[in-house]
């Protein structure tokens, strides 16, 4: 059997999904869509790193204080494993995205390549931020994580712009990128240990200039 067939169009179940989300979604809900696509844009990484730093240094509670700055520095390793990897899948396997497979079948609301579909990296990226995130937060939190993973996923579809495979296999690219990392960073302890210790430096630097 055909692995693409298996391993990425599910015997057909991926193109069918695709058009049941994309079609079903009402104009009226285009602008929610369109904010939970802008959640998964990557380019916000540096200010998920900068928002995690701050968190972890003016946290009353100083282990826990540590804990969210370590987590900021081992999303900042995942994200550019996982920007390096996303890219080479995206340029490697080429595959197309929905307007290039299904014509004016596919309502596609944003202007995007016609190829370079698999994986999505707003799904990618918005795994990333879960699991960065996850071990320091509370139920409500995770709650809010769970949702905003599933709201980008299903934006990138509804808007046209990919496949639920795409979306799939970005959540896992995301995932593993952040296993891996964290296992490196364990591995060579340094890795983390010092953008952490860096990151420190630089707050108290900052915030001494401001008290000037």
């Given at each position: 059997?055909?692995?693409?067939?298996?391993?990425?169009?599910?015997?057909?179940?991926?193109?069918?999904?695709?058009?049941?989300?994309?079609?079903?979604?009402?104009?009226?809900?285009?602008?929610?869509?369109?904010?939970?696509?802008?959640?998964?844009?990557?380019?916000?990484?540096?200010?998920?790193?900068?928002?995690?730093?701050?968190?972890?240094?003016?946290?009353?509670?100083?282990?826990?204080?540590?804990?969210?700055?370590?987590?900021?520095?081992?999303?900042?390793?995942?994200?550019?494993?996982?920007?390096?990897?996303?890219?080479?899948?995206?340029?490697?396997?080429?595959?197309?995205?929905?307007?290039?497979?299904?014509?004016?079948?596919?309502?596609?609301?944003?202007?995007?390549?016609?190829?370079?579909?698999?994986?999505?990296?707003?799904?990618?990226?918005?795994?990333?931020?879960?699991?960065?995130?996850?071990?320091?937060?509370?139920?409500?939190?995770?709650?809010?994580?769970?949702?905003?993973?599933?709201?980008?996923?299903?934006?990138?579809?509804?808007?046209?712009?990919?496949?639920?495979?795409?979306?799939?296999?970005?959540?896992?690219?995301?995932?593993?990128?952040?296993?891996?990392?964290?296992?490196?960073?364990r591995r060579i302890p340094m890795l983390r240990s010092a953008p952490h210790?860096?990151?420190?430096?630089?707050?108290?630097?900052?915030?001494?200039?401001?008290?000037?």
């Open positions: 059997m055909n692995l693409k067939l298996l391993a990425y169009d599910w015997l057909g179940l991926n193109q069918l999904l695709f058009e049941g989300i994309n079609a079903a979604t009402p104009a009226s809900l285009e602008p929610l869509v369109r904010v939970g696509s802008a959640l998964g844009n990557y380019w916000a990484a540096p200010l998920v790193v900068a928002a995690l730093l701050f968190w972890g240094r003016r946290c009353a509670d100083v282990e826990h204080g540590a804990r969210i700055i370590d987590r900021a520095v081992l999303f900042g390793w995942a994200f550019l494993s996982a920007f390096a990897i996303t890219s080479a899948l995206k340029w490697g396997l080429d595959l197309p995205r929905p307007g290039t497979v299904l014509g004016q079948a596919a309502h596609v609301l944003v202007p995007e390549e016609p190829t370079h579909g698999f994986p999505s990296g707003h799904s990618v990226y918005a795994m990333l931020v879960v699991a960065a995130m996850w071990p320091i937060v509370a139920a409500p939190g995770r709650g809010m994580l769970l949702l905003g993973l599933l709201g980008v996923g299903y934006s990138r579809v509804a808007l046209g712009a990919h496949f639920p495979a795409d979306v799939v296999g970005g959540w896992m690219v995301g995932l593993a990128c952040f296993v891996a990392a964290n296992g490196l960073t210790a860096l990151a420190l430096r630089l707050f108290a630097l900052s915030r001494h200039r401001a008290t000037k």
